[in-house]
C-alpha cells in the first residue's frame, strides 16, 4: 500500500525546477505533502483531495491526477530553503496516512 | 513550533523492557496519531485516536499499545523491547477525525541496547 516515490533523490542549484512524483496502485481519497529537514520533525505543506485540484504554497505547487492515482509536486525557483526529504502520504478513505520513502531535495548555492 | 509536544525527547533502554512515550496535542485538536520513522521502514503509520477512542490502526505490533485521555494527551506503550524497536517515534495531531492537515511533535528517539 505504500506509494511510490521518485527520484529517490536530486540536487538543484538555486532557481532551478524539480518535480517529485507519487503514485499509489489504490484509488485514493487524498494526497498530503510533507518536508522534513534533518533531525527536525515533518511539516505540512498541503493536501489536495478527490477532484484533481491544485495548490500552491508559495513557490510549491502540487496536482493529483485521480484517473492515474498520482500526485506532483512542483519546486519552483528553488531556494536553500528547500532542502529536505519530501514525503508523500496517501489516504484511501480509511484515516490511515501511508507514506512514501521520500525524495531527498539538495538546493546548492 | 508546531504545538505538539512530546516527551521525553531521548530514551535509552535495554532489551525486554517497557517504556512509555507522552504526547500532547495542539491546542483544541481531536485527533493523536502515532508514527514509527526508521531508516529501513520510513515513516510508518501506527495507530491513530480521536477524542478518545481508537479510530484506525496501521502497522502497530501487538507488543506495543496507545491510549487517548479525557485532556486529549496520549501515550504510547511499549513493551518487551527488542533492538529492532529502535526509531524516532513521531506524535500528531489533526483538528478532525480524517483528511485534515497533521502537525508533527519533534520525536521521541528511542535507543534499545
Known amino acids: 500500500q505504500q506509494p511510490v516515490q521518485s527520484p529517490q533523490a536530486v540536487i538543484l542549484r538555486e532557481g532551478e525546477d524539480a518535480v517529485i512524483n507519487c503514485s499509489s496502485s489504490k484509488a485514493l481519497y487524498s494526497v498530503h505533502w510533507y518536508r522534513q529537514k534533518h533531525g527536525e520533525a515533518p511539516v505540512f505543506l498541503m493536501i489536495?483531495?478527490?477532484?484533481?485540484e491544485q495548490k500552491g504554497h508559495d513557490k510549491i505547487s502540487a496536482s493529483f491526477n485521480e484517473k492515474k492515482q498520482q500526485s506532483s509536486l512542483y519546486l519552483t525557483a528553488s531556494q536553500l530553503s528547500y532542502s529536505g526529504t519530501y514525503f508523500c502520504?496517501?489516504?484511501?478513505?480509511?484515516?490511515?496516512?501511508?507514506f512514501g520513502a521520500g525524495t531527498t531535495v539538495t538546493v546548492r548555492a | 513550533d508546531s504545538g505538539v509536544t512530546q516527551t521525553p525527547k531521548h530514551l535509552i533502554t535495554a532489551t525486554g523492557q517497557r517504556v512509555t512515550l507522552r504526547c500532547s496535542p495542539r491546542s483544541g485538536d481531536l485527533s493523536v496519531y502515532w508514527y514509527q520513522q526508521s531508516l529501513d521502514q520510513g515513516l510508518q503509520f501506527l495507530i491513530q485516536y480521536y477524542n478518545g477512542e481508537e479510530r484506525a490502526k496501521g502497522n502497530i505490533l501487538e507488543r506495543f499499545s496507545a491510549q487517548q485521555f479525557p485532556d486529549l494527551h496520549s501515550e504510547l506503550n511499549l513493551s518487551s523491547l527488542e533492538l529492532g524497536d529502535s526509531a524516532l517515534y513521531f506524535c500528531?495531531?489533526?483538528?478532525?477525525?480524517?483528511?485534515?492537515?497533521?502537525?508533527f511533535g519533534p520525536g521521541t528517539r528511542l535507543t534499545v541496547t
Open positions: 500528531a495531531s489533526s483538528a478532525g477525525l480524517a483528511g485534515g492537515e497533521q502537525y
Open positions: 489536495l483531495l478527490k477532484g484533481g
Open positions: 502520504g496517501t489516504e484511501i478513505g480509511d484515516y490511515k496516512l501511508s
